[in-house]
T-cell receptor, first 114, second 115 residues
Framework: QKEVEQNSGPLSVPEGAIASLNCTYSDRGSQSFFWYRQYSGKSPELIMSIYSNGDKEDGRFTAQLNKASQYVSLLIRDSQPSDSATYLCAVNGNSGGSNYKLTFGKGTLLTVNP | NAGVMQNPRHLVRRRGQEARLRCSPMKGHSHVYWYRQLPEEGLKFMVYLQKENIIDESGMPKERFSAEFPKEGPSILRIQQVVRGDSAAYFC?????????????FGQGTRLTVV
């Protein structure tokens, strides 16, 4: 069974700090990796996607992927109170052929304190 | 993403009633996915549909749940004889292609409450 595990949280950081969110996945055949942000009572919003090893930066967000370690992370620099949300790690694609199916972690609740 | 439209946003049903959830994909997207989010749980894949075809329903409960995506109109997720355990948020996502690099965009969801 494919699994995606996230650090359980909740994670609390002061405003302006770096928030680090981590995710591991079990299916070595996974090929695409996504971070979604979900505010309470709202829908998941895609904030980052990463497909190859290394770092990918977009504004204050940096996604890091290490396929050998089956690990993906999200760094949020200069955290703002508006970043307070649950962050969902999602993994797509496996060696079984169903490469359209996203497997989600349970999410990490991030609180940024003013 | 505002482009994927789901309705209703909130739905209350008594045990034993039927629930119908609708999803209109983003313009130009012909691939629709339904996910369920139980309280304190992550999103779980339910079903993947293309127009007039169910491609993968491996995440759907075997009984009481069905889905369709007709040639015209929205995709429908139907839950017959609802039970309290069906209370959850149901999200629909759409994408232009089903391949591994496709980014799926979610609608606002339907929050089903069974009383």
């Amino acid at each position: 069974q494919k699994e995606v595990e996230q650090n359980s949280g909740p994670l609390s950081v002061p405003e302006g700090a770096i928030a680090s969110l981590n995710c591991t996945y079990s299916d070595r055949g996974s090929q695409s990796f996504f971070w979604y942000r979900q505010y309470s009572g709202k829908s998941p919003e895609l904030i980052m996607s990463i497909y190859s090893n290394g770092d990918k930066e977009d504004g204050r967000f940096t996604a890091q992927l290490n396929k050998a370690s089956q690990y993906v992370s999200l760094l949020i620099r200069d955290s703002q109170p508006s970043d307070s949300a649950t962050y969902l790690c999602a993994v797509n694609g496996n060696s079984g052929g169903s490469n359209y199916k996203l497997t989600f972690g349970k999410g990490t609740l991030l609180t940024v304190n003013p | 993403n505002a482009g994927v439209m789901q309705n209703p946003r909130h739905l209350v049903r008594r045990r034993g009633q039927e629930a119908r959830l609708r999803c209109s994909p983003m313009k130009g997207h012909s691939h629709v996915y339904w996910y369920r989010q139980l309280p304190e749980e992550g999103l779980k894949f339910m079903v993947y549909l293309q127009k007039e075809n169910i491609i993968d329903e491996s995440g759907m409960p075997k009984e009481r749940f069905s889905a369709e995506f007709p040639k015209e109109g929205p995709s429908i997720l139907r839950i017959q004889q609802v039970v309290r355990g069906d209370s959850a948020a149901y999200f629909c996502a759409s994408s232009p292609l089903p391949d591994i690099n496709t980014e799926a965009f979610f609608g606002q969801g339907t929050r089903l409450t069974v009383v």
